[in-house]
Structure formats: C-alpha cells, structure tokens
C-alpha cells in the first residue's frame, strides 16, 4: 500500500471516516495488503443494491468519451449480478442479507454547467437537486447514485484533490442519499498501466463493494487503522467475465481476493 498520507486520506482530520480510491503510487508495498479485520459498526448495509448513473457534462454525448456511457451501464448490468456481489455475502448480519442487485436507470446531464472544478458540496447539491426534480429515483435503502465526471475536470473533497490525490470516493448524505463520485482518469495517478475504461470498472468496482458494505463510511464494515473493504487492496485487480475489477478485502481468509 501507498504511504497513509496518500492512501488513507480522510476529508478532514475530524474523525472523519470516508475513504478513497487512492492515486497509484510507485510504492512496493502497495502491492500486498496489510494485516486487517473488519469489524461491523451497526450501520446499514445495501442489501440489493440499485445503480443509477449519471454522467455529468456535454463530453459525454461526445466520442470518444460518449462511448464509455453505454460500456459503463453494460458494466453494471453484469457486475451487479456477479460472482463479486456473491463474495459480499461474508459480510452479512442477521436480517441484512447481501444479494444481487441491478441498475435502474441512467442519465446524462450538462446542467448545471461545469468548470474545471467542482466540490463535493456542489455534487451533494445537484444530486439533491435532480432528485427533487424527479429527474432520477428517489433514493431508497438500496439506492446508489454513481456519477462519472468528464475529463478535464478536478473534483475537490476534504481539501483533497482528484489526481492528485484520489480517482473517486463514496459518501451519503444525511445518512439517507448514498452516491459514488467518480473523476474521469485522466493522469497517470488514476490509471496506472490500465486502459481509461479498466480504469474506470477497477475505481467503480472498489467503490460499489465499499457502498456496499460500507454506505455510511466508518458505520458498516470497517477497520479503524486500514479503512474499508476496497482500500486495503487498492490497486490489485483482476478480470472477471470481460472487466477489470479491483480485488476486495475477505476477512475469511485474511487477504485481498
């Protein structure tokens, strides 16, 4: 794993339990994950999660980066009822049982209009915004909004920055809206050796399972030294079927699988 200043940077030094998809570090340990044990906090767990994506500004409509938006919802489609939500399953609590999940929709959206930032409070305001409108679901237990930014814009979170020190994040809001920030890899920090869309499935990956089992971060499944699920084996991935995903952390066996 990468130094903790990189790889475990939370959004403030309040206490606050958010965790990230690191940026890929020259570091040999981030090869090997350290010795964890999550633990279960009493939170929420989504226990048939339902994916919504929203891909933000006018470069989605445009190839070549409009056609990771069709590639990206076929990604869910098919993760979403995989064997890695079945691994989940070792993270069950009575009366919260992980299952299959699917994607309810998507949307694509060029107001409002995007800068070369945006703050985490901003997209809290716009995904309030749409779901007032009714222009997305309204979010339930299960709920989870993904939303894909388009190149060239930096999101800030915590006074962190994405490629410079993040490729995407989960949070909820209020305890009550879950979502997945994901930041268009364009550094080499947020692709490593991979291709923009292996990089894109791998930091959605890591995110999802972490939603997962982690809605409310630091409440669900966590470890107070290594953070959640995905960011004890950031970095290490697999394919499964014909995507790139990151391998989770398994308290079962002790390793990132």
């Known amino acids: 794993m990468a130094t903790k200043t990189a790889s475990r940077r939370t959004r403030s030094e309040k206490n606050d339990s958010i965790r990230i998809v690191p940026i890929r570090l020259p570091y ?10 999550m633990t279960y906090r009493g939170g929420p767990l989504l226990t048939g999660v339902q994916v919504f994506t929203i891909f933000w500004g006018p470069a989605w409509q445009t190839a070549p980066v409009s056609d990771q938006v069709g590639k990206l919802n076929q990604f869910f489609d098919f993760i ?41 409070g901003a997209i809290q305001s716009a995904l309030q915004q749409l779901i007032t409108g009714k222009k997305v679901p309204k979010p339930t237990a299960n709920t989870l909004y993904f939303i894909y930014m388009p190149p060239g814009v930096k999101v800030t979170q915590g006074g962190s920055g ?19 920030v994901m930041p268009y890899p364009g550094c080499q920090g947020c692709t490593g050796a991979l291709a923009e869309f292996d990089a894109l499935t791998s930091t959605s990956s ?6 997962i089992t982690d809605p409310i971060p630091g409440q669900g499944w966590y470890d107070d030294v290594h953070g959640e699920i995905g960011d004890i084996c950031a970095w290490q991935t697999r394919t499964l079927g014909p995507y790139t995903i990151q391998l989770e952390w398994s308290n079962q066996k002790g390793a990132c699988i």
Do not use: V, W
């Open 28 to 37: 040999p340990s981030l090869e090997a994950a350290p010795a964890a044990n």
């Open 206 to 211: 890591h995110e999802l399972c972490e939603a």
């Open 80 to 120: 979403l009822t995989s064997q890695l939500i079945d691994q989940m399953s070792e993270y069950n609590r009575p009366g919260k049982k992980i299952g299959h999940g699917k994607r309810i929709g998507t949307l694509t959206i060029t107001k409002p209009a995007l800068k070369h930032s945006i703050t985490d």
């Open 162 to 180: 994405s490629c410079t020190a993040f490729c995407g994040y989960h949070d909820s809001i209020n305890g009550k809206i879950f979502y997945a």
